[in-house]
């Protein structure tokens, strides 16, 4: 095959090949119009033998390379073959050669300035009627600029592809029509997914069922418009926990509009969602607070008028919120107090300073309560008020305490001027005293005095100080102070006489505090001292009443001894006018003269305590000797009217501190009752029962039982109203008189039936 005439020149192999067939004209002109074929195809012709040797090529082929036939033909050798496509070149070639197979590679071959281009090689045989390969024809189509240009889209999408990879967030691609293409690797790390997977989100991939439809509904949307869509769902991360995405796709179009791809971009927004719905829970928790907590909130503009009140504000006035928005709310502020809570109000607004005032308003039932307004200015950067905060605090419990505790403290400082009382407070570590006004009264203090202990000391009794210094010293310890007596002495000499009374506490801050209270009961001394005086007039004089009615059994105790004195000095005269004398007789007798002396002495003297006129006086009595004393005293008279005494006395009772003179009044009293009861009985024994014992506060009990009649339950306890009795001959005075003793002793006098007839009266008197 020629090329030219120049190249037939310079490939004279090329022109052996034309002389040796010489055909005839028609397969002349069918070659030269073959060879205008060839030489016009857009690409380098190569024409080789059986063996590979090339024999031929087209012009173009000499124009690339600027070298002879011979040197193009050594194309393996002399390096117009890349290096790195010369082995995959041979080998292709020698494959074909040996095949007979055609051949289709590519490879770059260096032009003849140097530089080398792409080359796609096609080749086939061309074959005889017995179909052996005479010739191989090859083209080689220059595609450098196709391989460029495909190199640099595989460089673009491998810049892309890394550009993908290197985004934060999870990046894949859609055909046109919707169908998944691929994905960067985050995509596929995060979510821990295969292609598969990912292929399948809208029926089996990481997609959170619950919102699958919303998101499929999203995407088709997209799809459908070739609008951008923006949808919000779960996705299953690697670590098996949902988190949620916000899912970003953006069509790609090319510049005619048509649409090329669509990008969908998965931003991790868990993180962000969950502050969402914890702000939500917070907003909601706190709008539940505000509506709950037990004020009125609410909030103002700038200038003063509400854009926001809470739940419990409307649920207060029974309105809604419109109609108070604004200065709606003034409405229902009592009229008396609006006028001061808008100078208030303004007074606020215009400083720019917080506040707080009170007024009463109106409550959906129409009354009024108190409330404490409270308002706050939150500020900008640059400190101008923006909004105000306030709550409305509902106060008229404490306004009610307020006026029951101003009323309180009147009756008190009216009740303790009446009662002259005054109260005190000690703070023990600083020895600081409060007087009340009427304490200080008392005391004879200034108000301006700054009161000491020195100053108190100073206005007791010289002959209390002691008391007073015992006291003191028992509250420094903590110990409460029981109730005592004390004397003050007046700078102008007048005494009075106090009750105080001290109780210890300890603060909060652990320092002990003495809150007490002083009375003013100098009246009620000399009261006392007067009913004393009368009560011990009293008591003789029915002591001397009941002389006349043991008569008999007195003149029969004392008739006794007497009688036993004559006796023995009858006999004791005879026994001396013996002869001899009788000494010993005589001195025996004598002996028994002075006993029957003494006995009857002693006669006289209890009869004397017992009916004297004496003031009183505390000894440590025991009850049992004591009351067998006033046994002994009416036995004679008991007996001779047919009554028996039994005695019946527990051992081991305490001692008590009392006047025994008195005591022993009662006692006879009782027993005289209990034997007057008796003067009708006769179908049983007259029997009196005096028993003692110890009650539960270890005092004793004294009662003194009989067997007649009993008492009425009215009468009980009339039994011991002055001038009250049941006797015909009596004066009612008696059993007055003996509860007067018995409180007098700290004790008590009652009176009861028995449930097999008769009464029993009793007395208690605590231990000394």
Known sequence: MDVDSNARTAHPAVEADDRTDRPETALLDSERELRLIVQSIAGLICVFSPEGELVSGNQQLLDYFREPLEEIGRWATNGMTHPDDLQRCIDCFTASLATGEPYDFETRFRRFDGSFRWFQIRGHPLRDAEDRIVRWYGLLTDIDDRKRAEEDLRASEIDLKLTLDSLPGLVCTFSPDGRFEGANQRFYDYLDIDRDSAEAWATRGPAHPDDIPKAVAAFRDGMVNGDPYEYEARARCSDGVYRWFQVLGRPHKDENGRLIRWYSLLIDVDGRKQAEQQLEAS???????????????????????????????????????????????????????????????????????????????????????????????????????????????????RKQA???????????????????????????????????????????????????????????????????????????????????????????????????????????????????????????????????????????????????????????????????IITNASACLRLLASDPPKIEGAVETAKRTIRDGN??????????????????????????????????????????????????????????????????????????????AM??????????????????????????????????????????????????????????????IIESHGGRLWAGSNAGGGATFSFSVPSA
């Open 599 to 676: 006995r009857a002495a002693d006669i006289v003297q209890r009869l004397r305590k017992l009916y004297s006129k004496r003031s009183e006086r505390t000894d440590d009595v025991h009850i049992n000797d004591a009351a067998a004393e006033v046994v002994a005293l009416a036995a004679s008279d008991l007996r001779r009217n047919g009554i028996t005494v039994r005695t019946e006395f527990a051992a081991d009772l305490p001692v008590i501190a009392a006047d025994r003179v008195q005591l022993q009044q009662v006692i006879l009293n009782m027993l005289t009752n209990a034997a007057d």
């Open 283 to 397: 907003e909601k928790s706190l709008r539940q607070t505000i509506d709950t907590i037990p004020v009125l909130a609410w909030s103002a503009r700038p200038d003063g008028s509400a854009d926001f009140l809470n739940q419990l504000y409307l649920d207060f006035v029974g309105r809604g919120l419109d109609e108070l928005m604004g200065w709606g709310w003034t409405e229902f502020v009592h009229p008396d107090d609006l006028h001061s809570l808008n100078d208030a109000w303004s007074r606020f607004r215009s400083t720019a300073r917080g506040g707080s005032a009170e007024a009463r308003m109106r409550r959906h039932d129409g009354s009024y309560r108190w409330f404490l307004f409270r308002v706050e200015p939150l500020r900008d950067d640059v400190g101008n008020v923006v909004k105000w905060y306030g709550v409305n605090s509902d106060i008229e419990d």
């Open 679 to 740: 003067s009708a009985v006769n179908d049983r024994d007259r029997v009196i029962t005096l028993r003692t014992s110890r009650d539960r506060s270890d005092g004793i009990v004294l009662g003194v039982d009989d067997v007649g009649p009993g008492i009425e339950v009215d009468d009980a306890e009339q039994l011991f109203q002055p001038f009250f009795t049941t006797k015909a001959s009596g004066m009612g005075i008696g059993l007055s008189v003996c509860r007067s």
């Open 402 to 564: 307020e006026a029951a505790l101003q009323r309180s403290e009147t009756f008190l400082a009216e009740g303790q001027r009446i009662s002259s009382t005054g109260s005190f407070a000690w703070q023990l570590d600083t020895d600081e005293f409060k007087f009340s006004a009427e304490l200080r009264r008392l005391f004879e203090f200034a108000p301006e005095i700054r009161v000491t202990l020195d100053q108190i000391a100073e206005r007791v009794h010289p002959d209390d100080l002691g008391l007073l210094a015992e006291n003191v010293a028992s509250i420094r310890a903590g110990f409460d102070n029981p109730e005592y007596d004390i004397r003050m002495l007046l700078p102008d000499g007048r005494i009075k006489h106090m009750r105080v009374l001290g109780r210890v506490f300890r603060q909060p801050d652990g320092r002990l505090e003495c809150l007490g209270a002083v009375q003013d009961i100098t009246q009620r001394k000399l009261a006392e001292d007067s009913l004393h005086k009368v009560r011990s007039e009293l008591a003789h004089v029915t002591r001397v009443m009941s002389f006349n009615a043991l008569t008999a059994s007195i003149a029969h105790e004392i008739n006794q001894p007497l009688s036993g």
